[in-house]
């Protein structure tokens, strides 16, 4: 019994605390009940001062209205994110002015909240590098990762605009270097999903490598799903097969299972030593 009413009254603690936060739906406030005890004062805490001060009356509706974000979508990530309420209302203020100012999507702020752990000078320095570099899209992770990842994104950035040229995507450039339509090539993304998340500069150096090898585009267009195996398997299988004595390769035989390749290497083997007796 003792521990039931110390649990009621700790549950009761925790429901007055929330509800002098200041949420304007129950919905809102549901993720923080999952909040220790000790959490919940040090948010009322800042809550009311910044409502004091005339900040705003709650961060959450603050964040989502600058975001243009639906609280409710917003209440589960920030409980997760406490640290929000570690940092000053200024912080908070300013790191969000040079984001929305950058065209740093809120969608994209939403799932990397952690962003605004950094100063606003040190966010705006590191998006205006990247900006004068050519690339438009930002991301909050530009921010937050080594100088080695960035400056290897910006890189295939680089070459990916060179690549695409005055194409407007990568399927229009595939569509370019297989001499197949667009629609054939949004079909074979249908299909073969995994070609939707293929990098041009990998799509440009893998077409590159299967015509030096003797294919032409219109076996690869034909049989598209080479494009989604790793160009390193590929190039391992074409040197195998050629050791095997085969002098015409199925494109699809490349890309197939580690365990039906070998049954179909296996094969070949089998026929050979049939020949040789």
Not at 22 to 29: L, P
Not at 139 to 156: A, Q
Not at 192 to 201: D, N, S
Not at 228 to 257: F, H, M, P, W, Y
Request: charged share 30%.
């Amino acid at each position: 019994m003792v521990n039931k009413s110390n649990s009621n009254n700790f549950n009761a603690t925790k429901a007055k605390i929330i509800l002098a936060l200041n949420f304007q739906s129950a919905e809102d406030a549901l993720p923080f009940y999952k909040l220790s005890l000790k959490t919940l004062i040090h948010v009322l805490k800042v809550t009311k001062n910044d409502e004091s001060k005339g900040y705003c009356k709650n961060r959450l509706y603050y964040i989502a209205s600058r975001l243009k974000v639906p609280p409710s979508v917003l209440s589960e990530k920030l409980a997760k994110r406490t640290f929000i309420y570690g940092l000053s209302f200024d912080w908070i203020e300013k790191a969000l002015d040079v984001l929305i100012e950058m065209n740093v999507a809120s969608d994209r702020i939403l799932r990397d909240l952690w962003v605004l752990k950094y100063h606003h000078e040190t966010i705006q320095e590191r998006l205006v590098k990247i900006k004068n570099l050519g690339i438009d899209n930002l991301y909050p992770w530009m921010v937050r990762c080594s100088e080695d990842i960035l400056n290897r994104y910006i890189s295939i950035s680089t070459e990916t605009k060179d690549i695409l040229g005055e194409t407007d995507s990568k399927q229009t450039y595939l569509a370019n270097r297989l001499n197949v339509s667009l629609d054939t090539v949004q079909e074979m993304c249908f299909k073969i999903p995994a070609l939707k998340t293929i990098r041009v500069t990998k799509v440009k150096h893998f077409l590159d490598f299967l015509e030096s090898e003797g294919f032409n585009v219109e076996e690869i267009a034909t049989k598209p799903r080479v494009l989604s195996a790793s160009q390193k398997t590929v190039k391992k299988r074409l040197d195998t097969l050629r050791n095997l004595g085969l002098k015409e390769i199925n494109l699809n035989v490349l890309c197939r299972s580690k365990k039906d390749f070998k049954k179909y290497c296996e094969s070949i083997e089998s026929l050979s030593e049939q020949d040789t007796c």
